[in-house]
């Protein structure tokens, strides 16, 4: 059912969904269709100067949050949309430590020239990634990067990461959900954001000048002092452009941390060196973007020990790298 005003329309699922700009300009056709193609030097269509994301309301994205059923929501300052999706049906350890969580994510931004930038990752096993693979190709979304983010560990898993820009911000939607179908991920559920138990965590968030935030762990973000960019649009740090942190208590104040540091070339070796130094092991080293300014790197640790040294050893390496004053 349509208004007179065309502005609202009744969903598939029969709920009332915004029209306008960020409603879906397509009812028919293949999904890739609505999605831009990249030019030959993969940057797609780039402006002089760069687009910066706009402010938008959280009905812009109602459409968007049907079509995903994802727990997640608008940023304070109304710029990226961002949906999560915790692989609960895994039972996920590594080198004994169990309990841990890891999600799929997509974020959108709208820009001013009418097109949405979808970014995010799909958490894969071992046996659901081809699948994933053909789906994500299928409905034109690109895959940046595909690696794995722990160590030694059960079930075996893979992020891909995606990226996709479209005038119809269900389009991007509808791909990163077939992209999701591909895997045996579980419908949302609220994270459990109960204090981590054996946790210092006010010591914690002193160490890291910080106050971390309990969300399947105690998590902490940090975005870059840089302006990134990809194809001539700007990409805010809730896009995925952060160091990122997330503690997994194992008890008596010790516990499992991992995250990624994010980097330009100058930075990684320092940063290698420092964690190192503190014990942090080193996982894995990539990019999440094929076309970013600046050229960003992506570093993947774990360790297990005292949680107060290791978040004093993860302050050193913040240090040696540009991050913003406050994220």
Do not use: C
Not at 94 to 112: D, K
Request: charged share 20%; aromatic share 6%; net charge negative.
């Amino acid at each position: 059912m349509e208004s007179n005003g065309g502005t609202l329309r009744t969903s598939r699922r029969g709920f009332l969904v915004a029209g306008g700009v960020l409603g879906s300009a397509l009812a028919e056709g293949p999904v890739a269709q609505a999605l831009d193609r990249l030019g030959e030097d993969g940057r797609g269509d780039v402006t002089e100067s760069l687009q910066y994301p706009v402010v938008t309301l959280p009905a812009d994205w109602r459409a968007v949050a049907e079509e995903l059923d994802g727990v997640g929501g608008l940023g304070a300052d109304g710029v990226v949309y961002r949906l999560t999706f915790p692989r609960y049906d895994l039972d996920l350890s590594s080198h004994g430590v169990g309990g841990l969580v890891e999600a799929s994510f997509a974020a959108f931004a709208r820009y001013p020239d009418g097109r949405t930038m979808l970014m995010g990752d799909v958490v894969a096993t071992e046996g659901e990634l081809q699948r994933v693979t053909d789906a994500l190709q299928d409905h034109g979304l690109a895959q940046t990067a595909i690696h794995k983010h722990l160590p030694a560990h059960r079930p075996q898993l893979w992020w891909t990461h995606v990226h996709g820009v479209a005038v119809d911000p269900v389009a991007l939607a509808r791909a990163m959900r077939a992209g999701l179908d591909a895997t045996a991920t579980p419908g949302p559920r609220q994270p459990d954001t109960a204090p981590p138990a054996g946790l210092d965590t006010a010591a914690i968030d002193a160490a890291l000048g910080a106050r971390g935030r309990s969300e399947d762990g105690y998590r902490f973000s940090f975005a870059r002092q840089e302006t990134v960019s990809d194809g001539g649009r700007v990409v805010p740090g809730a896009m995925g452009v952060t160091t990122a942190v997330t503690f997994f208590p194992v008890g008596g104040g010790r516990a499992a941390v991992t995250g990624d540091f994010v980097m330009i070339a100058d930075e990684v070796q320092r940063v290698i060196k420092i964690l190192r130094s503190g014990g942090i092991g080193v996982v894995e080293l990539h990019n999440h973007f094929l076309n970013d300014q600046p050229r960003l790197f992506y570093l993947h640790f774990w360790a297990v020990g005292d949680a107060v040294p290791l978040a004093r050893t993860l302050q050193t390496a913040k240090a040696a790298t540009n991050l913003a004053s406050r994220s």
